[in-house]
C-alpha cells in the first residue's frame, strides 16, 4: 500500500525514483501524511466509538467474547494494534471517556 501511495505522489509531483527525492520531501511538498498514520487514525477513532458504547452493545459484547479464553503465548508476547497505538501516542483508556480530548490527541494532519 505505501509503496503505491508513493509512486502516485511521485508522479504527481513529476519526480522519479531516480531523482533520489526522499518520501518525506515528497509527503511535506504534497501535504499529505503516510498511509500507516492515517490507518492508525482510524483504527483509535473505531477504538474509541467502541468503548463509549454501553457495554450492552453488540459491538462491546464482540470484543469481549474475543477477549474470553484467549492466551497469548509464554515465549514472547504479541503485541496488538491497540497497545502499539496507544503507547507510541501516549494515551491511556481514560482518554477516550472525553470525546473532544481523545479525536484531538489521535488527529493526523493531512
Known amino acids: 500500500m505505501k ?48 468503548i463509549r458504547r454501553c457495554t450492552d452493545a453488540l459491538v462491546r459484547r464482540c470484543e469481549r467474547l474475543a477477549m474470553d479464553g484467549f492466551k497469548r503465548g509464554r515465549i514472547r508476547q504479541k503485541k496488538y494494534w491497540k497497545e502499539e497505538d496507544m503507547a507510541q501516542l501516549r494515551l491511556n483508556v481514560d482518554m477516550i471517556l472525553d470525546r473532544k480530548l481523545w479525536r484531538t490527541q489521535i488527529w493526523v494532519e493531512g
Open 3 to 50: 509503496v503505491g501511495d508513493m509512486r502516485m505522489l511521485r508522479w504527481m509531483c513529476g519526480f522519479t525514483r531516480r531523482d533520489k527525492i526522499t518520501n518525506e520531501d515528497i509527503r511535506d511538498k504534497v501535504g499529505v501524511t503516510s498511509v500507516e498514520d492515517k490507518m492508525q487514525e482510524v483504527r483509535l477513532r473505531w477504538f474509541g466509538y467502541v
